[in-house]
């Protein structure tokens, strides 16, 4: 079972910018898809950005498309998503999670996804 531990939120004005780490554990990733969904309150969680462990693939949600970019770094087994240009409205709780199956089939629904880490909270003033 692998084990997902978000890090990096924070407080922001809007226009900041912040970069948020899922550090993995718990097995060997090869060609396996992490991604990065959002929750906000009183909202369902939403798709934010994918990436397949051994590069070549990754997704984003149109919302966050040209702002955000997600990337990992295999030698320290951290998945991260770099936030720019932030805005109010991605104020949300952030989870980052490991797709139960190895195709891109399907990923942008948290159905998909087996292992989630405990969310660290982005918030967002204007």
């Known amino acids: 079972q692998v084990q997902l531990i978000e890090s990096g939120g924070g407080l922001v004005q809007a226009g900041d910018s912040l970069r948020l780490s899922c550090a993995a554990s718990?097995?060997?990733?090869?060609?396996?898809?992490l991604g990065w969904f959002r929750q906000a309150p009183g909202k369902e969680r939403e798709f934010v950005a994918v990436?397949?462990?051994?590069?070549?693939?990754?997704f984003y949600a149109d919302s966050v498309k040209g702002r955000f970019t997600i990337s990992r770094d295999n030698a320290k087994n951290t998945v991260y998503l770099q936030m720019n240009s932030l805005k109010p409205e991605d104020t949300a709780v952030y989870y980052c999670?490991?797709?139960?199956?190895?195709?891109?089939?399907?990923?942008?629904?948290?159905?998909?996804?087996?292992?989630w880490g405990q969310g660290t909270q982005v918030t967002v003033s204007s």
């Open positions: 999670a490991a797709k139960t199956s190895k195709s891109i089939t399907g990923t942008t629904s948290t159905f998909a996804y087996g292992s």
């Open positions: 718990g097995r060997t990733f090869s060609d396996d898809i």
């Open positions: 990436i397949r462990w051994t590069g070549g693939y990754t």
